[in-house]
């Protein structure tokens, strides 16, 4: 059956389309991009007043599987991504056992078999992600990781990072680089500043993150190797990134969408949800940050999608689990607050969501146009929503999100052709 989206905005900087247009699905592609195309019988979506754009990757999420099925499964992220507006998610390699061995990698490809978006999966730097010693990283490269990365933890030893590099070079793979020095984030549960003396918590300084990004530029400089800061979230660890930019250096940076628009005071309330790792930040990197994006200088937005189970979140600040479920608010929060008010365009947006990850993994990325797959979302700029996160397909209720009231929403994803999600008068609904 041939689908035909009428009448809708539709946007990709790289295809030039800026214009209301028709789309005609058949199969996996998309086979007409055209003012005005006949319905010939087709299945209709009207999409008047809706915006069309490719379904973005998340180059960052956590899937959990294998190990901690009770947070998240392949299934259950994959359909919260559908939900979200992806067609594609990078699944991070600590679960248990971690993802540095190739069987690891191939129970990932299996499972993604049956889900609902693409996963692409990384291997990991260290054995066990615990920095003592290399991964199998030319095993890892030929089951088809994209990246490595011991993501949730730093890799200490300056030499085996150096290793790494070197390794990863030789595989043409990126280093996704968890940046903190433990030694000075220590016990800390929140950045360090003067929201950690007031609330008596233990404080993360903002020099935990840009030491360790300081010292890998120097790495990915010697190694010629690229590499790509995770979750970048001060003002700092920016300045080192551009600085290096402009040297030419081949790094790059994501930002999520939690470090875009709230502040270390949100844990005024010592709500569990609200504790991630790299920390919410001081208000001047929150502002840092936004001007950044608005100037077109973020390489890319990655939700770091973290689920947690309730019990996980349960209980004193200091004890809770680092991690944000994000998958299911991030093109809400961004339209709410970026889009809306024109401080980013949705090009900008195509940019940093879709061609830029596409990019970094080297993973294809065509966007919308005549014979390229049918990866696309329609978007209502107009709906208002709340979020609710006893609604969101994710297992990760954990969102410091909730309750709130956001304008825009994804309401279908296609993934090569094929509906996954229908949210039209608020369905909710995942389509397999
Ligand atoms: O908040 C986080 N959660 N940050 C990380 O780096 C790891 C992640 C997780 O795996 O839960
Ligand atoms: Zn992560």
């Known amino acids: 059956m041939k689908t035909l989206i009428k009448n809708a905005l539709v946007f990709d900087p790289r295809n030039n389309l800026n ?13 007409e991009i055209n003012e005005n195309i006949k319905d010939q019988g087709y299945q209709v979506i009207d999409a008047a007043d809706k915006v069309v754009i490719p379904a973005l990757i998340d180059m960052h999420v956590h899937l959990r ?51 609902l978006v693409k996963v692409y999966p990384i291997g990991s730097i260290t054995k066990g992600s615990e920095g003592k010693k ?32 070197e390794y990863a070079s030789a595989f043409n793979l ?11 984030s220590k016990d800390g549960v929140m950045h360090e500043g003067y929201y950690s003396t007031i609330f008596g918590l233990h404080g993360i300084p903002a020099a935990s993150e840009e030491v360790m990004v300081a010292r890998d530029i120097v790495l990915a400089e010697m ?19 551009k600085d290096a930019q402009n040297r030419g250096v081949n790094v790059t940076f994501e930002v999520t969408p939690h470090h875009l628009l709230l502040t270390d005071k ?27 994006l608005e100037n077109g200088e973020i390489d890319v937005i990655a939700t ?30 961004l339209h709410n607050y970026f889009i809306k008010d024109e401080k980013i365009s949705w090009n900008d947006l195509i940019e940093m969501y879709y061609y830029k990850p596409a990019e970094i993994l080297q993973v294809e990325a065509e966007g919308i146009k005549q014979g390229a797959a049918a990866d696309l979302i329609v ?35 296609f993934v090569e052709g094929k509906m996954v999600y229908d949210d039209r008068g608020g369905k909710n609904e995942i389509l397999y």
Request: one cysteine or more.
């Open 19 to 31: 214009n209301k247009n028709d789309i005609l699905i058949e199969g996996k592609s998309i086979v």
């Open 65 to 115: 599987e294998p190990g901690y099925e009770e947070k998240e499964t392949v299934k259950t992220g994959c359909e919260a991504a559908a939900a979200g507006g992806f067609s594609a998610v990078a699944a991070m390699p600590n679960t248990n056992p971690v993802a540095d061995n190739p069987a690891v990698v191939e129970h990932l490809h299996l499972k993604s078999k049956e889900a």
């Open 134 to 165: 290399l991964s199998e990283i030319g095993t890892l490269a030929n089951t088809g990781v994209k990246a490595l990365s011991d993501d949730g933890q730093p890799v200490m030893d300056s030499e085996i990072m150096r290793r790494a590099m």
């Open 174 to 184: 990126p280093i996704i680089d968890h940046c903190e020095d433990k030694n000075l």
């Open 223 to 241: 190694t010629g190797i690229h590499l790509h800061i995770a979750h970048l979230s001060t003002e700092g660890s920016l300045k080192l990134v």
């Open 266 to 292: 949100e844990i005024e309330d010592y709500n569990p949800d609200t504790k991630v790792h790299p920390p919410l930040r001081s208000n001047r990197d929150v502002e840092v940050l936004q001007m950044a």
């Open 304 to 333: 770091d999608h973290a689920p947690h189970t309730y019990e996980d979140k349960l209980g004193e600040f200091d004890y809770a689990a680092n991690g944000i479920s994000g998958l299911e608010t991030a093109l809400g929060l």
């Open 379 to 413: 978007f209502n700029p107009a709906r208002e929503w709340k979020v609710e996160k006893n609604k969101f397909k994710s297992k990760g209720k954990n969102t410091p999100f909730a309750g709130t009231i956001l304008k825009g929403k994804n309401e279908i994803t």
